[in-house]
Structure formats: C-alpha cells, structure tokens
C-alpha cells in the first residue's frame, strides 16, 4: 500500500527567508508526486507534479520541489517566503500503472511566514 | 471556464440525520473523484466515477455512504445516518481523461459537523 509522511504539522518562517516542507513517500514502482496548497476557505489548488524526467520540478507562485529516489522524498521550497504563502500543504503519491487513479495525500503541513 | 462547484459549503446536523453533498465537475471532465479530510488528517480518497459508472470505490467507509453520479454530470454523496465520526471537510474534484497526470481540479469542500 502507499503512504505519505509530512513529519511537521507547522512549519515557521521569516519572510524573505528560504522555505522547505517535507515529504516522503512509500511505493511500489515509479511514483507521480503531487504538491496542493489550500488557502483559507478556499479548494485545494495543485501547485506543482512530478511525473518523469528533471527531478527538479518548478511549479505556480514560485515552489519547486525535488525528487529523491533513494531517500524517497519530494520537499517542496521557495528561495524567499512571502506573508501570502500561509496556507495548508499536502504532498500526494499516486502509483502509476495500477489502474488506480486515486491521490493519498499526506496529512498536511501548515506553513506561515511571519513579516 | 467555471470550476468545482460544491455545496453546501457547510452543513450542521445530528447524528442519526440524513445528509447530501452536491459536486458540479467542471464541464467536460469525465472523471469525478470524492475526498474527505478528518479532523485534521490526511485526505482520504473515498470514489471514483467516470462519467456515471464508479470505477472505484475502494475508499468508501462504510454502507452509510452512497455515492451516485446522474447522467455523468453532476454528483451526490449522501450520509444515512449520520454518525459523529463523519464530521469532516468532504473535497470533490474532477479531471479530463487526457490530462489525468496534471493533476485533479479541487473544489472548495463542504464542511460536515455531526453533532
């Protein structure tokens, strides 16, 4: 079975500082990764996927996250936080070619950037 | 083009009552997919439609959850009855078939309170 761990529930950062939210994953095969930020009363918006290729993946409003294979992680940064970048985070794994299309999702990290 | 449309985007009813959430896809999407996120934890995928047959509905909790999808348009997921461990935010999103690895539209979310 598939797994997702964000092992910070809060992640605390001054703005115009460097941002990292962790996230491993678990299994079988290649994985497609996923990274979602939810907003205040808002859906969850898809920020950035891994499927194939470049393990550096750039995605909206500035993240990028890298792919690990051997440390099974994907962590999502910024190079400089903005006060707006306060939000809920999850990472999410689907397993290709299982015939599945559904997302497991972490349980979140909230992120905020203090001015 | 109009997003994932949800609602209500918040419901407050006791336990043993009956409840039904609504989930507009965006037009087109074939695929329709039901989340819900506990208190707090990770989201957990409930069901999967394409256009009106589920094609998975390995995530469902229990027989107190129907899931129909009329016509290949809009769905509904109702609880009957309602118990206090069904409180949560419930997420829908949709897809097209062609671009099933960019991610899945999210709707807002239709918070339940079971009291």
């Known amino acids: 079975a598939q797994s997702v761990a964000q092992p910070e529930d809060q992640v605390n950062v001054a703005e115009g500082n460097p941002l990292t939210v962790k996230c491993t994953y678990s299994?079988?095969?290649?994985?497609?990764l996923f990274w979602y930020v939810q907003y205040p009363n808002r859906g969850l918006q898809f920020l950035l996927k891994?499927?194939?290729?470049?393990?550096l993946v750039k995605g909206s409003y500035g993240f990028e996250a890298e792919f690990n294979k051997s440390q099974t992680s994907f962590h999502l940064k910024k190079p400089s936080a903005l006060v707006s970048d306060s939000a809920l985070y999850f990472c999410?794994?689907?397993?290709?070619?299982?015939?599945?299309?559904?997302?497991?999702f972490g349980s979140g990290t909230r992120l905020q950037v203090q001015p | 083009e109009a997003g994932v449309t949800q609602f209500p985007s918040h419901s407050v009813i006791e336990k043993g009552q009956t409840v039904t959430l609504r989930c507009d896809p965006i037009?087109?999407?074939?695929?329709l997919y039901w989340y819900r996120r506990v208190m707090g934890k990770e989201i957990k995928f409930l069901l999967h439609?394409?256009?009106?047959?589920?094609?998975?509905e390995s995530g469902m909790p229990n027989n107190r959850f129907l899931a129909e999808r009329t016509g290949g348009t809009y769905s509904t997921l109702k609880v009957q009855p309602a118990e206090l461990e069904d409180s949560g935010v419930y997420f829908c999103?949709?897809?097209?078939?062609?671009?099933?690895?960019?991610?899945?539209?999210f709707g807002s979310g239709t918070r339940l309170t079971v009291v």
């Open positions: 999103a949709s897809s097209q078939e062609s671009q099933v690895l960019y991610g899945y539209t």
């Open positions: 299994v079988s095969g290649n994985p497609y």
């Open positions: 891994y499927i194939t290729g470049d393990n």
């Open positions: 999410a794994v689907r397993a290709p070619n299982t015939g599945r299309r559904a997302l497991t």
């Open positions: 037009s087109g999407h074939d695929n």
């Open positions: 439609f394409v256009k009106e047959s589920k094609q998975d």
